[in-house]
């Protein structure tokens, strides 16, 4: 189809342009018009076939109900099957304006508009050209948002082209988008009136005129499964790019900090712009962190840009949820599929043999924190069937596993320690495993919002201290370890010497860590961990 593109931004002279987009219009035809919130995707409200057309151009599924848009208060009436007082009231204070009032339907409006629903939905839009249309067409008009279905919703004419051009009759350009987000969704056809999706139009201004308004739980929450969708709309996937994107949840400082620790250098920030500073990524920004209005205006248009950039791992700002900024919210977590993370603290822990790194471990782990144990990785990275164990059998010889396809550690260690050059092959197959095993356990930790604490042998050799906000490095005296070793493994002093040997000396962790702990047994280790841990958490 050729799609003519019409220019309408201003209605009162472009009046030609105007009426070509009405004729189409009352033809039957699907035709993008532009709206104060986002560019919709219009067809007379009343003519089921010409409706039917754009669920085919958005490929919208057919359950999902459209917006019915009116130019006169009095074409409510020709909808709505009854108008209660605080209908007119809302209409009165925000129409025309980004509000759209669910009420029950009348028989003229098609099972096509109401998806099947007794309910319609109306709005009476600001834009001016928007207005035009409508009174030029004559007729209500039904209109989604003009973008593909799972699509950010188009704030500018490009992006209407980008995702219409050839689908549909005709596009009119009505010029950027002033709020960006779609409008305010209540119904008013429960007993109780109900936000269904936040908008421009706050929470706090629709009670001030109505009183009580419920907010619906798929507001800022993913359905459950098993439970029903109040709004069609709020079951798919929506607003998402091909990006994916995860919420930074917590202040700009637990922001920065968690791009710091965790992101990859090919990772985005969809950031503030006063973030810019602070974060070394490449970063897409929508507004400013205290004006929700620059927010809803340029979400989507940098929803797009990232996927422009073809980003593949998006960290974002979490917005404040305050008045329009509940709209910012509910547009962003659907867009990042409410994958959520927290910058939560994480302790690294490495100390010598016998110094009590466990215990000072498991006393962190009594306080919440999460234990990620290197040890305990690195076997579990050499589980039968393991990427690694097929590997290490290739380096070692088969017979390193034993009949049941386990690995037999102690055949692997004569083999692998004998001389440096196998001890180097080992590390090489088995260093790279445990150190993605142990970053995605600390991010899992971080998604369930905790704390974490890594007793890792290598921390700093190894990188991993750079994942950390706390470096502890735990030791004691020579004889004292020696004693504590032999009282606990049973082994001669001179095999515990032989593992005693250290790979560097005391200096080498003493001037990486942020915390040395002297474990020498005057004072209790839970005394000194109640200290450490006030410190680590001030
Ligand atoms: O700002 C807007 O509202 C834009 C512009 C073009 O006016 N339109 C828009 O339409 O966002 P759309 O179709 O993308 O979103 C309409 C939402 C959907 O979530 C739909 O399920 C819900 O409103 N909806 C429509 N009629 C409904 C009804 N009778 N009951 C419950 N939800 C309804
Ligand atoms: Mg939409």
């Not at 359950?63 to 108008?83: G, K, M, R, T």
Request: glycine share 6%; with cysteine.
């Amino acid at each position: 189809m050729n799609t003519l593109f019409l220019d309408i931004r201003n209605p009162l002279q472009n009046t030609e342009a105007v009426r070509t987009a009405a004729a189409l219009l009352r033809d039957g035809e699907v035709v993008a018009m532009p709206t104060e919130t986002v560019y919709g995707l219009a067809a007379n409200a009343f003519d089921s076939t010409a409706v039917e057309k754009i669920f085919a151009a958005k490929g919208r599924p057919q359950d999902n109900p459209l917006i019915v848009h009116i130019a006169y208060v009095q074409e409510l009436f020709d909808l709505a099957a009854s108008v209660p007082t605080a209908a007119l009231r809302l209409a009165e204070k925000f129409w025309p304006g980004p509000l759209t009032i669910i009420l029950p339907k009348r028989d003229c409006v098609p099972e096509a508009v109401s998806g099947g629903l007794s309910t319609v939905a109306v709005r009476m839009p600001s834009h001016p050209s928007a207005n035009a249309l409508i009174r030029a067409a004559g007729v209500p008009l039904a209109a989604p948002s003009a973008n593909i279905s799972g699509f950010p919703s188009p704030t500018d004419v490009r992006h209407v082209m980008d995702d219409m051009d050839g689908r549909i009759a005709a596009v009119c350009d009505g010029g950027n988008c002033e709020f960006g987000v779609e409008s305010t969704v209540l119904t008013l056809a429960t007993e109780i009136p109900r936000l269904l999706r936040p908008g421009s139009v706050t929470l706090e201004q629709l009670r001030e005129v109505i009183g009580e308004v419920q907010v619906d739980d798929a507001v800022l929450n993913p359905l459950q499964a098993g439970q029903t969708a109040s709004s069609p709309g709020m079951k798919y996937r929506h607003y998402a790019p091909e990006a994916k994107i995860t919420v930074v949840k917590g202040s700009a400082e637990d922001f920065y900090k968690f791009i710091e620790k965790n992101a990859n250098k090919n990772d985005f920030a969809l950031c503030f712009e006063e973030d810019l500073p602070h974060i070394a990524l490449q970063c897409v920004t929508f507004g400013q962190a205290d004006d929700p209005f620059s927010q809803t205006h340029r979400l989507f248009e940098a929803l797009r840009e990232l996927d422009e950039k073809k980003a593949q791992t998006v960290w974002a700002r979490d917005p404040s949820s305050d008045g329009v900024g509940l709209a910012v919210c509910n547009r962003l977590y659907r867009a990042a599929g409410f994958s959520f993370v927290y910058n939560t603290c994480i302790v690294g822990i490495t100390g010598i043999t016998g110094a009590g790194k466990s215990t000072l471990t498991k006393l962190f782990a009594q306080k919440g924190f999460g234990v990620v144990d290197a040890d305990e990785i690195a076997r579990s990275v050499t589980e039968k069937d393991s990427p690694v164990l097929v590997q290490l059998a290739q380096a070692f010889g088969e017979d390193i596993l034993l009949n049941d396809g386990a690995l037999d550690r102690r055949k692997l260690g004569a083999r692998a320690f004998a001389d440096a050059e196998s001890t180097e092959k080992l590390n090489s197959i088995t260093h790279p495993a445990i150190l993605e095993r142990i970053r995605t356990t600390v991010s899992d930790l971080q998604r369930d919002g905790k704390n974490a604490v890594l007793d890792v042998p290598l921390l700093f050799e190894t990188g991993l201290d750079r994942l950390c906000d706390h470096t502890v490095y735990i030791t004691a005296d020579h004889d004292i370890r020696l004693a504590r070793l032999q009282q606990r493994d049973g082994l001669s002093a001179q095999e515990i010497e032989k593992r005693m040997q250290a790979r560097h000396d005391e200096n080498y962790f003493i001037e990486r860590s942020d915390f040395v702990i002297k474990n020498n047994g005057t004072q209790p280790l839970e005394t000194l961990f109640e200290d450490l841990s006030e410190k680590i958490m001030a």
